[in-house]
């Protein structure tokens, strides 16, 4: 454990000493946020804060992820065993969500609309198929799967593909639902990544340990620019790496099935789109009007429309999600 604090204090320093270049940067290629017109009002006066800031914690990690395997196959030993495919799924899905991000504002589509959604889904179901094969056909092979209670690990065969694709897909968009307030995405995946983390450890994965705590080192550091008033956004350059890289966290430590424990606000906001959506056109298709369930989802923007302030959605938010990080630890105990 030692060994993956000391590389999260580094990544911390190696993200946040090249964030105020980064801020810049990205400034003077006008990479600036355009808020949604249908959002809360009190978010208009963002337009224009630097997105795609998911590169400033992505690249230390792969840098530190690099230089870690390099040294592994040149007979150092430092990482016990190969993280090559938590680099590739970050930096697969940190590149889709940078294409995404500046087609968004730059591209033909403008308006932040990026990719279209039959593209971008598209990469994603590619990604994680790639990811899943690789999973499953090892080594090592990773086809397992945790349930509460029972001791011992459950194989599930072939159907693990279907379901790592589904995980990895699903807390991808999960994650990229939840980045609209300042710290809030980026302070949930920290308590996430923490939680398997310490999960890894306990199960003698020391490598996956070592990767989640680099990434929450990176993470804070971000925090420290996306801090409200953010001076930075991830953009879905990080929302989608981080929900995606998550995923195939829960699924080499065979504790996925407490990723929607771990991950319960992340869970909470994207069940709130989808019954956002249905209840609208049902109510619409079999009552003739609109009606909907929620002032606004995502789930944080209805709770701002009450009167919470972002602030306050945030850090409530958060303590929900340590709770929940500190159940699903305690499940994968038993």
Not at 97 to 124: C, H, N, T, Y
Request: hydrophobic share 55%; aromatic share 12%; charged share 10%.
């Amino acid at each position: 454990m030692a060994y993956a604090l000391t590389l999260g204090t580094v990544s911390f320093f190696l993200a946040v000493i090249w964030g105020r270049p980064l801020i810049t940067l990205l400034r003077r290629h006008g990479m600036g946020k355009q808020i949604r017109i249908e959002g809360p009002s009190t978010h208009r006066v963002k337009t224009g804060t630097p997105t795609m800031g998911g590169v400033l914690f992505v690249v230390p990690v792969l840098l530190i992820t690099g230089v870690l395997n390099l040294a592994d196959l040149w007979g150092m030993n430092l990482i016990g065993q190969s993280t090559l495919l938590l680099f590739f799924c970050i930096a697969a899905y940190a590149a889709l969500g940078a294409v995404d991000d500046w087609q968004g504002i730059k591209g033909l589509r403008g308006r932040g609309e990026g990719l279209s959604p039959r593209m971008k889904s598209g990469f994603q179901f590619l990604f994680a198929s790639l990811i899943a094969a690789v999973l499953y056909f090892g080594p090592p092979e990773f086809d397992y799967m945790g349930v509460p209670g029972r001791p011992e690990f459950v194989r599930l065969g072939i159907w693990f593909v279907p379901i790592a694709i589904f995980v990895i897909v699903g807390s991808s968009n999960a994650v990229n639902l939840s980045d609209g307030l300042d710290g809030l995405a980026g302070s949930l995946a920290t308590t996430c990544f923490v939680s398997y983390g310490i999960i890894a450890y306990l199960q003698e994965q020391i490598y996956l340990a070592a990767f989640c705590f680099t990434l929450v080192g990176a993470l804070f550091a971000f925090l420290w620019y996306n801090a409200h008033p953010a001076e930075l956004f991830m953009g879905d350059t990080g929302s989608l790496a981080l929900g995606a890289t998550l995923a195939l966290v829960a699924l080499m430590t065979g504790q996925w099935l407490l990723l929607p424990v771990v991950g319960l606000v992340f869970v909470a906001e994207t069940v709130s789109v989808m019954l956002q959506v249905a209840s609208a056109k049902l109510s619409r298709r079999f009552l003739g009007r609109d009606i909907r369930i929620f002032k606004m989802t995502p789930l944080h923007h209805h709770f701002e429309l009450l009167g919470w302030s972002e602030t306050q959605v945030k850090e409530r938010f958060w303590i929900v999600g340590v709770l929940s990080g500190m159940l699903g630890v305690a499940l994968a105990l038993l």
